[in-house]
């Protein structure tokens, strides 16, 4: 019998003359201002037009499916959907059901988990497959050991660029997607499971000077997790280092986050204050990572 496997990632417009229904999407409805509109559309040209986000994603779910097949033979029939960008969820979930996959796992393409985002996505898969399918998500896979070698071996890769003899006033900076602060009302356990997941990979590294950092935030009234990335940059520096290691482990391939956030803001910011910043090399489609995405799906298979 073949298990199904759902896929699934943020998403990103795959053209510029795509950003303002996008942005309209991740606004719940609401059409973004004339003025956010801009910004956005300019943060993608600043990265070359639009996110390689769409590629990676697809090589990485192709991957999934390579990797899976070779290991278990007609096994698994891995699909993706998106959470805001065509093809999505809702219009891919549905397919399993008509093709009689009655089993079907879900994994999002993020290491931490949040009701806020991989809970929704859950959720809508859920909802989109029918009662007629036994629904098996898989939730927060931070802590696979799989995953912490991977990023330790990314740190200690990005420390090599950083002098020996500046080695002692340098830090590593785990971040993460920062998200509205009321999700701790909650009992939400996204930051501790930030927390968790950089001790882990500092620990595998064998690295003590480390700390955390949020990026990314919302354009919103409400106030977002923090301290941003830019902020912590500041006090580094204040705080007398010399060097910082930027490890962005809440996400797992090259995009406008990463691309914009870590490689032209942040960087920009730490070349202003006399820091120097190097940011480990992003997951994508990496054959190790996609071992280990594959050993996640069938543990629970």
């Given amino acids: 019998m073949t298990t199904g496997v759902l896929v699934m990632a943020y998403g990103t417009p795959t053209t510029p ?8 999407r991740i606004r719940h409805g609401r059409p973004p201002t004339a003025e956010l509109l801009k910004e956005l559309s300019e943060r993608y040209r600043d990265i070359g037009g639009t996110s390689p986000l769409a590629q990676r994603t697809a090589a990485q779910v192709s991957a999934i499916a390579a990797e899976l097949e070779t290991r278990a033979p007609g096994a698994f029939d891995v699909r993706f959907g998106s959470k805001y960008e065509p093809p999505m969820i809702e ?22 988990s949040s009701s806020m985002s991989t809970d929704q996505y859950m959720a809508r898969a859920r909802a989109s497959l029918g009662e007629g399918v036994n629904f098996t998500e898989i939730g927060a896979w931070w802590d696979h050991p799989g995953f912490l070698t991977l990023i330790a071996q990314r740190v200690l890769d990005a420390l090599e660029l950083v002098p020996d003899e500046r080695r002692a006033s340098t830090e590593v900076i785990f971040s993460a997607h920062s998200l509205p602060e009321k999700i701790l009302a909650q009992g939400d356990t996204y930051p501790e499971q930030l927390r968790e997941s950089a001790a ?49 482990i809440g996400f797992v391939s090259d995009h ?46």
């Fill in 17 to 24: 003359a795509d950003v303002a229904a996008y942005y309209t």
């Fill in 91 to 112: 219009d891919i979930a549905p397919g399993f059901a008509l093709d009689g996959v009655t089993d079907v796992i879900g994994l999002v393409l993020a290491p931490h």
């Fill in 200 to 248: 882990g990979a500092a620990r595998v590294a064998g690295i003590t000077n480390w700390d955390l950092a949020w990026q990314s935030a919302g354009r919103t009234a409400d106030p977002w997790i923090g301290p941003d990335i830019l902020q912590v940059l500041r006090a580094k520096k204040e705080a007398g280092l010399t060097d910082v290691v930027s490890c962005p």
């Fill in 256 to 301: 406008l986050e990463v691309l914009f956030d870590i490689d032209i803001q942040a960087q920009e910011l730490a070349h202003e204050i006399g820091l120097n910043l190097v940011r480990t090399a992003s997951l994508n489609d990496d054959p190790a990572f996609i071992a280990v995405l594959a050993d996640i799906v069938m543990a629970r298979a």
